[in-house]
């Protein structure tokens, strides 16, 4: 057994509740070190004793390294995804069959089981990859067809939210209220902290290679670059959804009929969901995912998701929503959360070797204030000229 003994207890109590009886529990391999981040990811089978059943899980459990709990609020992050797959899931999928007697939208993981007690964390979900789903190479941009699904399906999941909102309100904010906050707490969490102050640093030497107007804005930027970020997670609007809230390819899933063609998608890892403008989710994979080419097509990919969010809210009978325009308006206010998420997320993306993601790895180098040796890691001239074309177009259309 490679997972802990209280993970194995929650497996148990899935086999019995899944109507297995004479069973075995096989453990059958481990995401490469890293991939978790926060914790390790597991796969794991239940089997009857005649392998006639079998049910195909994957298995998300926290480090109990002290030194990555002491630096990340890990309990909090799986609180967070256990409260969204055992509460707020459940109400928008027993929403959509009631007033639809369909699901729509069902590009989640199905979750099995979970235990938040600290220490003991954990979630067990359905294996996708045994259905054919795949993360697509982080390393590369997404094509026009996957961001054109990715925000079509944005728009259904935030309508979800709309419609929610609009038959009960308060049920909606007393559930949603009870998500602790990730993000704003960046001035807690040392690696964040740095990650960002680095990121403004890194964009004032690029921007000053090639457009000094754009140096000046990022240097303002720079003056407070953890206050930026933080006010940047605060919305005043009044269409506020529940989030996903780390949206960059590594956090999806993808099923293709050929290399590029993706005929479905599931979103994962709920661990920083929160409620704030639909901007925040779609900025943040727009700007992480997209090209420069793409870039170029924002407002076919913003009709896109307004169509999928109104043909969406239409179909629960729900008529309070954003509009395309006022979309348009938000994305101007609100983008930014976004497109620091996606200058951040940069370095995870384009790093030479995986091993380097390894927290534990990456914190005795903040330790030793190595930081270099940290952005050493990563593809330094591709970050480059990726964080160019990103600033570039929103330095052209109004949004710095």
């Not at 996708?128 to 990715?150: A, Q, V």
């Amino acid at each position: 057994m490679i997972y802990n003994k209280s993970t194995d207890k929650v497996l148990n109590h899935i086999a019995k509740d899944e109507g297995f009886t004479d069973y075995k529990i096989c453990s059958y391999g481990q995401i490469s070190k890293g991939q978790g981040l926060t914790g390790e990811l597991y796969f794991v089978n239940i089997k009857s004793e005649d392998n006639i059943k079998q049910l195909e899980l994957l298995i998300k459990e926290a480090t109990k390294i002290k030194k990555i709990r002491d630096y990340f609020p890990v309990n909090a992050l799986y609180k967070n995804e256990a409260l969204f797959y055992n509460i707020i899931w459940p109400k928008f999928t027993n929403l959509q069959q009631d007033v639809m007697g369909k699901m729509i939208f069902d590009n989640v993981p199905k979750c099995y089981g979970s235990e938040i007690k600290p220490g003991e964390e954990c979630i067990v979900l359905e294996n996708l990859r045994s259905k054919g789903f795949e993360t697509f190479p982080k390393s590369e941009y997404l094509d026009k067809k996957m961001l054109e699904m990715i925000f079509k399906k944005y728009g259904e999941l935030h309508a979800l939210s709309f419609a929610y909102k609009m038959k009960d309100s308060t049920s909606f904010e007393v559930t949603c209220g009870q998500l602790i906050p990730y993000w704003t707490g960046a001035k807690n969490i040392i690696p964040l902290k740095v990650s960002i102050q680095t990121l403004f640093q890194k964009c004032v030497s690029y921007t000053s290679k090639y457009n000094s107007k754009l140096q000046s804005k990022m240097e303002k930027i720079n003056e407070n670059p953890l206050d930026a970020f933080i006010d940047s997670n605060y919305y005043k609007g009044k269409y506020g959804v529940l989030l996903h809230g780390d949206c960059w390819s590594n956090n999806m899933m993808f099923q293709f009929d050929s290399p590029r063609n993706p005929i479905d998608m599931k979103f994962i890892d709920f661990q920083v969901c929160q409620v704030g403008s639909p901007v925040f989710d779609l900025a943040y994979s727009f700007y992480s995912g997209g090209s420069e080419e793409i870039f170029n097509e924002l407002d076919h990919f913003l009709e896109i998701y307004s169509k999928s969010l109104t043909d969406m809210c239409q179909q629960l009978n729900c008529n309070k929503y954003i509009s395309l325009d006022e979309l348009k308006i938000e994305w101007k206010e609100y983008s930014k959360f976004g497109w620091i998420m996606a200058l951040i997320i940069l370095r995870a993306k384009l790093v030479k070797d995986e091993t380097n993601l390894d927290l534990l790895v990456m914190l005795n180098e903040f330790e030793k204030r190595n930081y270099e040796a940290h952005l050493e890691a990563s593809d330094e001239d591709e970050i480059e000229k990726r964080t160019m074309s990103i600033l570039n177009h929103l330095d052209k259309c109004g949004y710095l």
